[in-house]
């Protein structure tokens, strides 16, 4: 009986998994029908201020791709997009930074890179995993030091990488939970399944944990000049 009875309880909390699973399924068509509308906006956009105006013949566009959207082939600078949310793979060619990102008291939502001068700079962003949802990003950091990357600032760019008007799309990013970002509607009550997943694939993060930026930056601050002090009094430079 007691043997019936656990399998009983498997089941339900399988049920309740492919359920969680089909929600996400849900937000992540819901989010690429978004991004579709938004791409014909501009679109339209465009032709209209070219019906007006005289645009750069060789302006480069910073419209994404969506995985299932079309776009014009005209559209030269687009963005490789890649969907990475919990147990799917990436392709060989992209280094998988999902579990080395998560940090206590935030959810990794996506990181993107971009080829500058100095060679290819990648920057993460996350949400904080409980109270007010909070966005924070990286400084860009080049990959040796990059999973070691910590929130610097406040940041809304999750979605395309783009932090300012007129700054260059990034050459790649990667969505971890894309039902978690600014744009979904449901972002806030969805945190507390894509955790309920992260943990059941093994993830020790303190997602109870309160993260604020600003306390984050002053704890480490405090810690620094108590080092320095430290150094000082035993003569170490």
């Given at each position: 009986?007691k043997k019936a009875l656990n399998m009983s309880?498997?089941?339900?909390?399988?049920?309740?998994?492919?359920?969680?699973?089909?929600?996400?399924?849900?937000?992540?068509?819901?989010?690429?029908?978004?991004?579709?509308?938004?791409?014909?906006?501009?679109?339209?956009?465009?032709?209209?201020?070219?019906?007006?105006?005289?645009?750069?013949?060789?302006?480069?566009?910073?419209?994404?791709?969506?995985?299932?959207?079309?776009?014009?082939?005209?559209?030269?600078?687009?963005?490789?997009?890649?969907?990475?949310?919990?147990?799917?793979?990436?392709?060989?060619?992209?280094?998988?930074?999902?579990?080395?990102?998560?940090?206590?008291?935030?959810?990794?939502?996506?990181?993107?890179?971009?080829?500058?001068?100095?060679?290819?700079?990648?920057?993460?962003?996350?949400?904080?995993?409980?109270?007010?949802?909070?966005?924070?990003?990286?400084?860009?950091?080049?990959?040796?030091?990059?999973?070691?990357?910590?929130?610097?600032?406040?940041?809304?760019?999750?979605?395309?990488?783009?932090?300012?008007?007129?700054?260059?799309?990034?050459?790649?990013?990667?969505?971890?939970?894309?039902?978690?970002?600014?744009?979904?509607?449901?972002?806030?009550?969805?945190?507390?399944?894509?955790?309920?997943?992260?943990?059941?694939?093994?993830?020790?993060?303190?997602?109870?944990?309160?993260?604020?930026?600003?306390?984050e930056k002053k704890r480490v601050l405090v810690?620094?000049?108590?080092?320095?002090?430290?150094?000082?009094?035993?003569?170490?430079?």
């Open positions: 009986m309880e498997k089941s339900t909390g399988f049920s309740d998994q492919i359920k969680n699973l089909q929600n996400l399924s849900d937000e992540v068509s819901r989010l690429e029908n978004r991004i579709e509308n938004m791409i014909g906006t501009l679109d339209t956009f465009d032709h209209d201020l070219g019906s007006g105006f005289n645009k750069p013949a060789d302006k480069p566009s910073n419209i994404i791709p969506f995985p299932g959207t079309s776009i014009s082939a005209s559209r030269n600078s687009a963005t490789e997009l890649h969907l990475a949310s919990p147990g799917m793979s990436l392709p060989k060619e992209i280094s998988d930074y999902r579990s080395s990102l998560q940090r206590n008291g935030l959810i990794l939502l996506a990181w993107d890179k971009r080829v500058t001068e100095t060679g290819e700079r990648f920057t993460a962003y996350w949400v904080t995993s409980t109270d007010i949802p909070r966005f924070y990003a990286s400084k860009p950091l080049p990959s040796g030091g990059f999973p070691s990357a910590q929130p610097d600032h406040k940041s809304y760019a999750a979605e395309d990488g783009i932090e300012f008007y007129g700054q260059e799309a990034p050459a790649c990013i990667v969505h971890v939970a894309p039902e978690l970002m600014m744009s979904s509607p449901r972002h806030r009550e969805l945190r507390p399944v894509h955790i309920k997943i992260l943990q059941d694939q093994g993830s020790t993060v303190d997602f109870n944990y309160k993260y604020l930026l600003t306390k810690s620094r000049k108590s080092k320095g002090r430290s150094c000082d009094r035993t003569g170490v430079s």
